[in-house]
T-cell receptor
Framework: AQSVTQLGSHVSVSEGALVLLRCNYS??????LFWYVQYPNQGLQLLLK??????LVKGINGFEAEFKKSETSFHLTKPSAHMSDAAEYFC??????????FGQGTRLTINP | GAVVSQHPSRVICKSGTSVKIECRSL??????MFWYRQFPKQSLMLMAT?????????EQGVEKDKFLINHASLTLSTLTVTSAHPEDSSFYIC????????????FGPGTRLTVT
């Protein structure tokens, strides 16, 4: 069964600094992986997805993620953090044909 | 595109009453919809998978008689919390998969339920 682990429940960076949010997956088959963002008291918004095509996936709001099979990782990055990036970020993997398995979430704080 | 709405966004009800939450896919058809529950500062917990025209599939530990799910059309699923108790207070989020699209789920804005 697919499982997803996010390393670091809370990440804090300065405005303009690199954002790196870590996600590792556990799967014996090529995974479908997703990153979602959640702002306070709102639903989740899809940032990007990996579906066995290009290993470097570009998403919205300047985010991208790289699928590394050798490391079973799908880390999310953004070159320069903006105050509006402060939110909760969830990595998720597809389990079976329908269900999403979510990581524990990482709260991103941006310091001015 | 791929917009999912939920109604209401917030609801307060008295213990013992029932509350219905609607989830609609506005610009796509969704054969499959999902209902999640989220506790403060925690991840999402899948409650059930709802397939249009058939019975929902509930996750282990979720009471199907308490959380009634109906998916009567390709754009609407409802979750009814029956005989609500304070411990049912939570943030409920629905999501939908585009019948003509990929595996990603599109999420509604959530419903904050408070049972007094």
């Amino acid at each position: 069964a697919q499982s997803v682990t996010q390393l670091g429940s809370h990440v804090s960076v300065s405005e303009g600094a690199l954002v790196l949010l870590r996600c590792n997956y556990s799967s014996s088959v090529p995974p479908y992986l997703f990153w979602y963002v959640q702002y306070p008291n709102q639903g989740l918004q899809l940032l990007l997805k990996y579906t066995s095509a290009a290993t470097l996936v570009k998403g919205i709001n300047g985010f991208e993620a790289e699928f590394k099979k050798s490391e079973t990782s799908f880390h999310l990055t953004k070159p320069s953090a903006h105050m509006s990036d402060a939110a909760e970020y969830f990595c998720a993997g597809l389990q079976g044909a329908q269900k999403l398995v979510f990581g524990q979430g990482t709260r991103l704080t941006i310091n001015p | 595109g791929a917009v999912v709405s939920q109604h209401p966004s917030r609801v307060i009800c008295k213990s013992g009453t029932s509350v219905k939450i609607e989830c609609r896919s506005l610009d796509f058809q969704a054969t499959t919809m999902f209902w999640y529950r989220q506790f403060p500062k925690q991840s999402l917990m899948l409650m059930a998978t709802s397939n249009e025209g058939s019975k929902a599939t509930y996750e282990q530990g979720v009471e199907k008689d308490k959380f009634l799910i109906n998916h009567a059309s390709l754009t609407l699923s409802t979750l009814t919390v029956t005989s609500a108790h304070p411990e049912d207070s939570s943030f409920y989020i629905c999501s939908a998969r585009d019948s003509g699209g990929g595996y990603e789920q599109y999420f509604g804005p959530g419903t904050r339920l408070t049972v007094t």
